[in-house]
Structures are given as C-alpha cells and as structure tokens.
C-alpha cells in the first residue's frame, strides 16, 4: 500500500514542516498571514481553472503543499500569544526586574519540587491593564499551605523573572520545555504575599479538576493505600502528581510507565463499554445519530477529566473518528485515521509536535499496525492461550520497535526485560480498568462495598509488586546510553526500509535496506569524529569544585565533592551521556593544570598564586580565597579570570568589579555557566 496516495497523509506531512520551519526559523506573524492569505487566493484560482480544462496539471498539487505548509508556519504563529500586543511580555522589562501587580487564575497543578509548589498559571492583569499569556508560579513550600485549586483566582506584587539557561553542558534544559508549551517567565512568592480574590469556577479544567477531586475524596473513605490511590489517580484521571519518585522509577526501569498513561487501551475500553451500554438508545427515533453524540461527548468529557494530555487527546481524536465511521457502517483505515487526528491536534495544538508523549504515541501505533502483523506470522500457535499471549508479546515488540530509538535519544536506557512486565500487566489491563472505572462509580454513589475495594487494593498493590521486581532487575537495564539525532533518524530509516522489504522482497526495497545500513553505520561514524576531540570544562557546581578534562571518549574529572554528594551528581553523568564518554577517572584537585599550551592556575582558600616559573593563561578562584584580586592579577598577569560556583556572591561582584576596570575578561560559571576551553 502506497502511503502517499492518501491525500490527507501528504496534507499532515506538509503542516508539520510548516510548523517545523516555524519553530527553528523566525517568520513574523505578518508575513505567515500576508503570505497564506496570497496562497489561498492563488490556490482558488487555480482550482478553478483546472475545473475547466480537461488536462489535469501538477501546478494545483504543488501550490496545495506550499499552501499547507504556509497554513502550519500560520498556526505555529497564532497561537503563539507573545506575537500579540496584549501579551504579559509586552507588558513588562526583563532588564529592569521591577515588581508588577500580577492578577491571575491557576490552570494547572504541576508535581511539587523540593522548595516550591508549582503551578502554571493565566496572567489576566498586569498592573491593572488587561493581558493575556501563560507563566510558571511557584509559591515557597510550608506546612501550612492550603494547595490552590483550579481556576482560583490570585493577585501578587512580583517581579516576572526569565527561565536561567543550563549551567552545564547537556543539561535538561527545563525553559526550553516550558516555552513550548507557550509559558515563558516564571514567578516566585511566599504564602503571605499571596492576595487571594474573588472566583468562581468557570473553565472546563476548573470543573475536571472539581471532579477529580470529589472522585478522590470519595475514594479516600475506602482505606486505600497512598500508593494505590496514586496509581488510581495515573491509570484512570491521568494524573500522576501524587506517584512518588520510587513507584515512578520503578515503572520506568520495568518498561511499563506507558500502562500508567491514559492512552488508546483506555480510551478504546470506554468506547466498547458505551458502545454496548448505549444501545437501547437506538430503538428511539435518530437514535444511532443521539448515540454516537452521546459517545462523542462522554469520551471528550473523559479526556478532560484526564488532564488532555498528548496520548489521551490523540486517542480520543481517533476513537471519535472510529465511533463516527462506525455509525456510518464504513471501513477505516488505520494509516488515515492516525493521520486524520494528527492533523486536527495540530491544528489545534502545534506544539504538540514537540511533546514526547504525542511523538510516542504515534510511533508506537505505527509500529503496531505496520510491525505486529509481520511478527504475528512468524508463529502461529494453536491453543488460544499461548496465542493469547503471542499476540501480547508480538504488540509489545512492535511497540518497542517503534519507540526504542526515541526513548534511546529522550531518556539513554532500555530496559530489556520490558515484555516480561507488559506479559504479566497487559493481559489483566482491560479487567483492572474496567474495575477501577467500576470502583469510581460506585464510590461516588457511596455504594462501594469494602471488600471489594480491598480487592482492587489487592490487585493494584499486586501490579506494583511485579513491577517493582522487575525493576530491580538491574542487571538487564541499560542506563546511560549516549544517542543523538543522527542515529534517531538513520534507526528509523533502517526499520523502515526492512518493513517495506520483509512485507514484498524485491532488489528495489533491498537495495534500500542496505543503503539504510550504510546511512546507520556513517552516522555511528560520523558521531565517533565529531566526538574525538579534547576540551577542559569547568563545570558550575553550588558550592563546591568541578573540573574535567575530556580526551575523545575518555574524560579525567577533578573534584572537592564529598562521598555522598559524588554519588548523587548528575552533571558529570549528563556530560558522559551527552559526549559518548567510555572512559572516567577520578584525581583530586590540582594546583596547575595544562591544555593544549595553555595554563590554567588554581587559587582556593589558601590564597596562594606566588608562581615565576610561568604565567598562567586562565586563574580560576574557588572556595572564596581572601585575596587582593588586584594585586594578583599585577602579579601574575592572568589573561582571563574565572570563578566557578564555591564562591561567596560579594567575593564574585567585587572580583568582576575589579576586572572590568582592568578590562580583564571575567566568567562567573553561576551567571555565564560552564567554562569550556577547546
């Protein structure tokens, strides 16, 4: 089957390159509207033209793309509302830092961090004038907070502050997640500066949140667990503030967080479960159409109430296109329905381009419905039951095949032993959502027997348990796997091209297959070379020491980190990863140290710098050394001063002082982060 031939799949590849373009390309809003608008009026002439003419052109299929593709630059635009005057930003001054009057209504409730609780917020008004946009609130933890609810309205005297880039190299970079998902600044405040007024609930997060939390209160009269509410709360209302960061980490490690996302398996049951709880409705008259608006409905209030995450929305958006096709008695296909509901989500939501889940998600259904049918046929067995879990196996394998390579590159591990977990989940899933739906209901009816909400206890504890072990598996968990872009795409290239060749063999698609293991091995090539090169980084580190010197895959670390401290760093882990590292060794700190003909000298809390054997090219000061900056740099004249993160602020103000009257470069590793000499 030729993909392409489907005109929707073509018009769902042009947007995304729309909405790529626009992402890493600046084009103003003004132009993307000037130019669609041109488009679309070029694209109606010729449509009527072609109408007249007996030979069809390729005129009208070219200007169709270039109009697309103009439409998703357009929509990345749109819905960007800092294009817009009365976004908060246009509003405030980065560089002054004054404090605004800020009113604004909670959106949405993130996971709490270690000193503040976090929300993302609608700024409605800023210093009394009407604004629009989106920011991060985060309001000092204490015992005695009262957690805000949705679409509680709040009022602040605060500055906006922008999200710091990454201190380090391959850092998380948590501004850069933000900003796709149009939140830009962020605000910090206590409880006592926090004003708050008059609300109403009045948006649909507002009411889903009500829900959920009436659901939650209901349940908490049932005696169960933390960890099994938690669970609940992930499985079925798709929230997973409450999981703690051991339950969290061992679904990961087991390969079975995506059983925690509300996605397809879920959304799929529900529309069985109102497919037939549904069906007395159609002996009334239209009641096939009542039906399936019915179902439409429950499904998208579902959605909502499970917080419209990327894998929710993207299968209620093909669920409703399935419920629609089969009140219609039409056959679907698979290929256009995933390519249907991406291209409404994104007209929709563009930057759910860029959301791991959405991208996941989609992956994973393409390998199903491509992969499993060809794994399927390799074996078919006769009991039904080993069938069963053949199919299981094969459906999670294609699955794999699917995300694999992204997984490698978002979160560099695998964990092989994932079909073990999925063989004992999957098969029981349906059963356990549809108890956990059940238990919801009948909890909110107050009609919930506790012995049956010990059971489901049970079975939840139960799923917990064998995930958990398979977790601890470590042996069969690969951590910390260095993987880039160009082996994400040269992988997928590969998958794709033997798809093609196993489904029809030919010397075409095999001709293919090894031009895409030619492209894999120059790409696991071409990343050995671009990596084999020698780099001395001084890493920024709160109040300690971190130096490293990298030679092509091996790197030599310096540190004044405790034990205990060493053990949780991630900064040196994240550079290995980031940098393909092979190799480390560890020294303690040194005095002097030399790169490349260059010199850089040490300076600690000793003070001492007396050298006349050599002038240093670099001075890095660290643990706040009480000396006459002055005097030294008379001394030894260094060419460039640094000082990393050990430092007392006053020391580092005074330095960068000094060195900007002697117009000494200076590099504060706390405002400028890491120093990396090549």
């Known amino acids: 089957m030729k993909l392409l031939n489907f005109t929707i799949i073509k018009l769902t590849c042009c947007i995304i390159l729309g909405i790529l373009i626009a992402e890493y390309i600046t084009v103003s809003l003004y132009t993307s509207i000037y130019t669609s608008f041109i488009l679309v009026c070029l694209l109606a002439v010729v449509f009527f033209i072609n109408r007249t003419h007996l030979h069809k052109t390729i005129w009208f299929g070219l200007i169709t793309i270039v109009t697309t593709i103009s439409l998703g630059v357009l929509v990345y635009n749109t819905h960007n509302q800092s294009n817009f005057k009365n976004h908060y930003s246009q509003h405030i001054s980065e560089a002054h830092q004054k404090s605004v009057s800020i009113v604004f209504k909670i959106r949405e409730h993130l996971k709490s961090g270690n000193y503040n609780d976090k ?24 015992s005695t907070n009262t957690p805000h609810k949705i679409d509680d309205a709040l009022m602040v005297t605060e500055t906006f502050k922008a999200f710091t880039k990454p201190k380090n190299p391959n850092q998380f970079d948590y501004g850069n997640y933000l900003r796709k998902q149009y939140v830009h600044h962020q605000i910090f405040t206590q409880s006592a500066s926090v004003v708050s007024l008059e609300s109403k609930r009045s948006s649909i997060f507002g009411y889903a949140d009500g829900i959920r939390t009436h659901i939650n209160k209901k349940l ?67 009641g096939k159409i009542i039906k399936v608006i019915l179902i439409l409905i429950l499904l998208w209030s579902f959605a909502i109430i499970a917080g419209l ?48 889940g959405f991208q996941l998600s989609y992956l994973a259904v393409l390998a199903i419905v491509s992969i499993q049918p060809l794994l399927y046929k390799l074996w078919q067995p006769h009991w039904k039951v080993i069938d069963y879990f053949w199919q299981i196996f094969t459906v999670t394998l294609a699955a794999q095949f699917g995300v694999v390579p992204l997984s490698l590159y978002y979160f560099h591990q695998f964990p092989s032993l994932f079909f073990v977990s999925n063989l004992a989940i999957i098969p029981f899933l349906g059963l356990i959502l549809g108890l956990g739906i059940l238990v919801i209901v009948l909890a909110v009816l107050n009609t919930l027997p506790q012995f049956f909400a010990d059971l489901y206890g049970y079975i939840i504890s139960g799923m917990n348990m064998v995930v958990g072990w398979v977790s601890q598996q470590e042996a069969f968990l690969f951590k910390h796997i260095s993987f880039n872009e160009l082996q994400v795409f040269a992988c997928y290239l590969l998958i794709i091209t033997l798809t093609f060749w196993y489904k029809k063999p030919n010397f075409r698609r095999l001709a293919f297959v ?68 092979t190799t480390n060794t560890l020294d303690t700190l040194k005095s002097v140290y030399t790169f490349k003909n260059k010199t850089i000298l040490i300076i600690d809390s000793l003070g001492v710098y007396n050298v006349t054997s050599f002038t240093p090219d670099y001075v890095l000061l660290c643990n706040s050394p009480r000396i006459n900056i002055e005097r030294m740099i008379d001394s030894i004249h260094p060419r460039h001063i640094i000082a990393d993160g050990s430092n007392y602020t006053s020391y580092v103000n005074r330095w960068k002082q000094s060195c900007l009257k002697r117009k000494l470069p200076f590099h504060h590793t706390g405002k400028k982060g890491a120093f990396i000499i090549k």
Not at 231 to 248: C, P, V, W
Not at 538 to 567: P, V
């Open 119 to 142: 929300y993302i917020v609608d700024i409605i008004k800023v210093n009394g004038k009407k604004v629009t946009g989106k920011s991060l609130f985060n309001i000092r933890r204490d």
């Open 220 to 286: 908490q009269n049932y005696n169960f667990k933390p960890e099994e509410l938690a669970i609940i709360n992930a499985l079925i209302l798709g929230q997973r503030q409450d999981m703690t960061k051991e339950i969290y980490e061992s679904y990961t490690d087991a390969g079975a967080i995506h059983i925690l996302a509300v996605s397809g398996l879920h959304v799929g049951l529900i529309l069985l479960l109102l497919t037939v709880g549904l069906k007395p409705i159609e002996q009334l008259k239209n």
């Open 309 to 356: 995450s990327a894998s929710v929305t993207r299968a209620v958006t093909m669920f409703s296109i399935v419920a629609i096709a089969m009140h219609k008695k039409r056959p679907t296909n698979i290929f256009n329905t995933l390519a249907i509901s991406m291209f409404v989500l994104l007209l929709v939501k563009p930057m759910f381009l860029f959301d791991v």
């Open 514 to 581: 090894l031009i895409s293991i030619l492209c894999l091995q120059g790409a696991w090539m071409f990343t050995d070379y671009q990596n084999s090169t020698n780099t001395f980084v001084i890493f920024h580190k709160s109040r300690k020491t971190l130096i490293a010197h990298k030679t092509n895959a091996s790197l030599h670390t310096a540190h004044n980190l405790d034990s205990i401290s060493w053990s949780r760093n991630k900064i040196i882990t994240n550079f290995n990863v980031g940098n393909f590292i």
